[in-house]
């Protein structure tokens, strides 16, 4: 007769356990990486940034700019930076048109003059003024970072930093689970006579 081990007795209970523990790395994760962009708000600011979704840079942030502000923008990327967006925000624009995507809160057509043009599919979606843009544009670029969806970031060192883990959060998150896991018991002498669901202050 063949022996196993404990761990081959009951195999649903080991891989439950692996389960809840890549559960718990995935939001230990995730909670690091968010934790690092409430530290590092100037992420957003990187111009390369806009190249991850020129379309939607161009309507939350680059419509709300003054002429000044895009030269001073220009000045700072150089003109092969300048060069690069464009191109970059081109192509973009014919990819939109030529393969709609259905999650993507734009929608583009061709106008008269052969320029490509974008509304939101949604009134509630459209940036009302330049705080508004940007704050639509830190919630896209913050979801696409906790994601892991930024090619040119190295996770790796917010991932494995246990500085950025919020120790109190932690430790309510174990009590509750401590406490949920505790059964109900009747402390005193006796037992409960009945309750009436009125508590006696």
Not at 85 to 107: F, G, T, W, Y
Not at 127 to 147: H, P, Y
Not at 182 to 201: A, H, K, L, N, R
């Amino acid at each position: 007769m063949p022996h196993f081990t404990k761990e081959h007795e009951n195999p649903s209970e080991g891989a439950s356990v692996q389960s809840e523990d890549a559960r718990s790395e995935r939001i230990r994760t995730k909670n690091r990486r968010m934790r690092y962009l409430d530290l590092n708000p100037n992420y957003f600011k990187q111009h390369s940034l806009e190249l991850a979704d020129p379309l939607l840079y161009d309507r939350l942030i680059r419509r709300f700019q003054t002429a000044s502000e895009r030269e001073n923008e220009g000045r700072e990327r150089g003109y092969s930076g300048v060069l690069e967006a464009n191109l970059v925000r081109s192509e973009a624009k014919l990819e939109a048109l030529q393969h709609p995507d259905p999650n993507s809160p734009m929608v583009y057509s061709r106008a008269v003059d052969g320029s490509i043009t974008g509304v939101e599919q949604d009134d509630d979606d459209r940036a009302v003024g330049r705080a508004d843009g940007w704050e639509k544009w830190k919630s896209v670029m913050g979801l696409r970072f906790i994601r892991g969806d930024d090619g040119d970031f190295e996770y790796a060192a917010v991932d494995e930093d246990e500085g950025l883990d919020d120790r109190g959060e932690e430790e309510r998150t174990k009590l509750e689970e401590y406490l949920d896991a505790e059964e109900e018991s009747f402390v005193g002498e006796g037992s409960p006579i009945g309750q009436t669901g009125v508590q006696d202050y």
